[in-house]
């Protein structure tokens, strides 16, 4: 999506809501960001009501916008919903509704997916939410293909994502989809975050790599191996630098970074091709030895597995508009 101009973000406000969903949608897209040199998003907070709204941590918010400017809006954030057990604001239904017919994007974080679900625009369509509230996602709307396995799924205008955190990961996706993976990996970097997470809701997935300590093997060996990601690495050599046996290194490998070393290092190098595809005309033989890969056949394998699209579609999709 081009953003020459400003593109504005807006999200739903409630009484009784936490504001750790909004915090973050605010936090990737209202933050002023001098260091990127295009026009950022233009993030507004809206609500039925502009009166003050108490939620949750002992404090109060004010939206100052009302739904008629949430559905004008391009893209439509729904961090949570008041009830999953509950009706949803028919007002906000119609916003939504509304804001989908005139062609905008709609965006749902953790419970949020029960007002996209409400209104019609999850029917037929893959699907998640918090892993917790997948089942009863379910049986209210038969009709969406609730998978509770993913941080998130896009589906072109439709994009849910599951609990709390992984708000985050889909607004890197968003801007990723909208600017490209450097600036994606400049507001990761701001963040103090990864920026892309392979994995599901069921596992704490790939970790960045932490501050090296004192005496902390498995950063130091982590570290190295972001240096060197293009050469032939092997669990023997990682535990050899972490100054470790094989079997320790694994153990607290696996306690540090929630996966395995060889899935982390797949995921090391699908990360470190994004740019290459991107910012270059090199073939994908060549991106793949280039990030570390033995074969481009293994190379569309394992990215077609992280980002569920091959590496010549992400190239026509995400490479920047001139």
Same mark, same amino acid.
């Given at each position: 999506m081009s953003l020459h101009r400003?593109?504005? *973000?807006?999200?739903f406000a409630f009484p009784g809501m936490s504001p750790f969903e909004l915090g973050c949608v605010i936090e990737v897209f209202g933050l002023p960001r001098p260091e990127i040199d295009r026009p950022w998003y233009d993030m507004v907070v809206c609500g039925e009501s502009r009166a003050p709204m108490r939620v949750l941590g002992g404090m109060s918010i004010v939206a100052e916008h009302g739904l008629e400017v949430f559905a004008e809006a391009d893209t439509l954030v729904v961090t949570a919903v008041p009830d999953v057990l509950g009706a949803v604001p028919e007002a906000l239904v119609g916003a939504l509704r509304a804001a989908y017919n005139r062609g905008a994007r709609l965006v749902s974080i953790c419970s949020g997916a029960f007002a996209l679900a409400a209104a019609g625009l999850l029917d037929g369509r893959e699907a998640t939410t918090? @892993?917790?509230y997948a089942r009863i996602l379910q049986q209210r709307y038969p009709l969406v293909r609730v998978n509770p396995d993913v941080l998130y799924l896009?589906? +072109?205008? *439709?994009? =849910?994502?599951?609990?709390? !955190? !992984?708000?985050?990961?889909?607004?890197? $996706?968003? *801007?990723r989809s909208d600017h490209g993976s450097a600036v994606a990996n400049s507001v990761a970097r701001r963040l103090v975050l990864p920026p892309h997470r392979e994995g599901g809701q069921a596992q704490f997935i790939e970790a960045a790599v932490p501050e090296i +300590?004192? $005496?902390?093997? *498995? !950063?130091?060996?982590?570290? @190295? !191996?972001?240096?060197?990601l293009a050469e032939p690495i092997t669990l023997e050599e990682l535990a050899r630098r972490a100054h470790?046996? =094989?079997r320790s290194f694994l153990r607290h490998f696996g306690r540090r970074a929630g996966t395995s070393p060889v899935r982390w290092l797949i995921a090391q190098r699908v990360a470190a091709s994004l740019p290459l595809l991107e910012g270059s005309t090199l073939p994908v033989e060549e991106i793949a030895g280039a990030v570390g890969f033995d074969s481009a056949v293994t190379f569309r394998h394992h990215f077609g597995r992280a980002m569920h699209t091959s590496p010549s579609g992400y190239r026509r999709a995400f490479r920047p508009a001139d």
């Open positions: 400003r593109h504005r *973000v807006a999200a918090h @892993w917790r896009d589906d +072109g205008r *439709v994009l =849910t994502s599951a609990g709390s !955190a !992984a708000g985050l990961d889909l607004s890197l $996706h968003i *801007v +300590g004192e $005496h902390d093997g *498995v !950063a130091a060996a982590m570290a @190295w !191996a972001l240096d060197h470790l046996s =094989t």
